[in-house]
């Protein structure tokens, strides 16, 4: 008795009904998630990739370093989204479909599970704890995978109904081909056909105002035009490398401004605020394996960001190393902290470095040299002004490398005398000509005014005029066009009236 009512409710037209409902919603979205990546020509699945470590993470790596692998990976997973999806809306080869999305989401779950200790800080979506939805709908699809292709209505049992009829003999058992059972089976088109709508008009098909906004000059304000940004699959050189000492340093170097929240944006009061929420934890990671990715192994940064590059170290997301600036109240006390941190090279940040020598504090600059030098690293001395690596000379000061601003007044505010948060270094020329006499090392920061000058000329402007290294603060998105830019700079010949030193 009770086998029977089980086996009359599975075939109960209320949990057949919420079958095909599942399997519906299950299908609309992959459909969708295929069409919106079909979409947008900019989507990647670059840096979904590069933050696997799990299973198969250096499998996945790969894939993400390899423009031509990342293509083929990119094209199968938006191929096969949309086909699993269309299968399982219209139940045309459900079965297969399911078996197919189990294995593309169990790869989407390999890569990036949600374990306890595989946070990336601040989550990009939920707060899943083992269980996510890619979970979820892998376990759904296990149903799906398992039943008889003819349980659930859909077209694909309506083509089985046709193909049993157009194949039937006399003495076969009559196949169901009434209005009801025909409308069951058909029921999955409209919902098909609201789909279609839906994504044609999120598309702006339907919308004049819409068409109309994307015709609008780029230059307007209210121009309404997607992000568009080059991925790794973009990148065209290969980033060179030279030493300080015994430590290998990429010719363009990560500066940590903007990943640490210093703006430096004149008078944009907000600006600060706002590059310190964009770089959650999750983001900093991310844009520091994107470099390495880039060729870029080196960041330059204040102490305050050590606990962060130490968890991107533990959790084996890659070896990016930093150059310290051992910038704050106590300077022998952060060159202690960065060195304990695994600093890779300490120097007296500039600002701090111009206090010392207007203070003619040179004995205290020497202690800080002498205890970068006791462990092993190699020790700088930075400046805004041209001033305190002259002096810093004539002190007898001698650094392993130096770290002095470079960069042109061609851009409006630099006209504006005044001391504001617009120039940082204040006679360029004098730079160029002093830097020119110091046989040590020069990596060059500031060179693009904090964003007044476009790379092109800033990055021309500091390697043509000396800098053996470049310093930029760079987001995430201009990574690989700023990586590209260096790489074309370099491989041509630059026209210098300062050696390389490094």
């Not at 948060?421 to 160029?432: E, G, K, L, M």
Request: charged share 15%; net charge neutral; aromatic share 12%.
């Amino acid at each position: 008795m009770k086998k029977s009512l089980s086996k009359q409710w599975m075939h109960s037209t209320g949990f057949i009904t919420l079958l095909v409902v599942l399997r519906t919603l299950i299908g609309w979205h992959f459909l969708y998630e295929g069409l919106a990546k079909f979409f947008s020509p900019e989507w990647s699945s670059a840096s979904y990739l590069i933050l696997s470590r799990w299973l198969f993470a250096d499998f996945f790596h790969w894939i993400a370093a390899n423009p031509t692998a990342l293509a083929i990976a990119d094209g199968l997973n938006i191929i096969g989204l949309i086909m699993i999806g269309l299968a399982l809306m219209t139940g045309v080869w459900a079965r297969w479909a399911s078996m197919a999305g189990m294995l593309l989401l169990g790869l989407y779950y390999i890569s990036n599970p949600p374990f306890i200790g595989f946070e990336y800080g601040m989550p990009t979506e939920g707060h899943y704890l083992v269980v996510n939805k890619n979970l979820v709908e892998l376990a759904a699809l296990g149903l799906f995978a398992f039943l008889p292709s003819h349980y659930l209505p859909g077209l694909g049992r309506l083509m089985s109904h046709f193909w049993q009829s157009y194949k039937a003999s006399p003495q076969t058992e009559p196949v169901d081909n009434s209005k009801r059972e025909l409308v069951k089976n058909l029921a999955i088109v409209p919902v098909l056909g609201g789909f279609v709508y839906a994504v044609l008009k999120k598309q702006g098909y339907f919308s004049q105002e819409e068409a109309q906004l994307q015709e609008v000059d780029a230059v307007t304000s209210a121009t309404m035009k997607s992000f568009n940004f080059s991925s790794l699959q973009d990148l065209q050189g290969e980033m060179p490398r030279s030493k300080i000492k015994e430590v290998e340093l990429s010719r363009l170097i990560l500066g940590g401004n903007l990943i640490g929240g210093w703006a430096h944006a004149r008078d944009l009061i907000y600006a600060s605020s706002l590059v310190r929420a964009y770089h959650s934890e999750a983001k900093i990671f991310e844009t520091f394996m994107l470099a390495e990715r880039c060729g870029v192994n080196t960041v330059l940064t204040n102490p305050l960001l050590c606990n962060v590059i130490n968890k991107y170290w533990q959790q084996k997301l890659g070896k990016i190393q930093f150059i310290s600036d051992c910038g704050g109240k106590d300077l022998l006390a952060m060159i202690q902290k960065s060195i304990d941190n695994g600093a890779c090279a300490c120097y007296i940040q500039g600002g701090v470095a111009d206090t010392l020598v207007a203070e003619g504090k040179f004995d205290l600059m020497n202690q800080a040299l002498e205890l970068i030098w006791q462990n092993g690293l190699p020790a700088g001395i930075g400046g805004h002004r041209i001033e305190t690596i002259k002096s810093s000379v004539n002190a007898g000061l001698v650094p392993d490398f130096w770290m002095k601003t470079l960069h042109s007044h061609d851009y409006w505010s630099a006209e504006h005398r005044r001391e504001h948060d617009n120039v940082w270094c204040y006679d360029p020329q004098q730079t160029i000509e002093f830097m020119e006499s110091l046989p040590q090392p020069w990596i060059a920061f500031k060179t693009l005014a904090a964003g007044a000058i476009s790379p092109e000329q800033g990055f021309r402007y500091a390697f043509n005029h000396g800098a053996d290294f470049i310093c930029v603060g760079m987001y995430d998105f201009q990574m690989v066009d700023d990586v590209n830019l260096a790489c074309n700079i370099l491989s041509q010949p630059i026209q210098r009236n300062r050696p390389w030193r490094a």
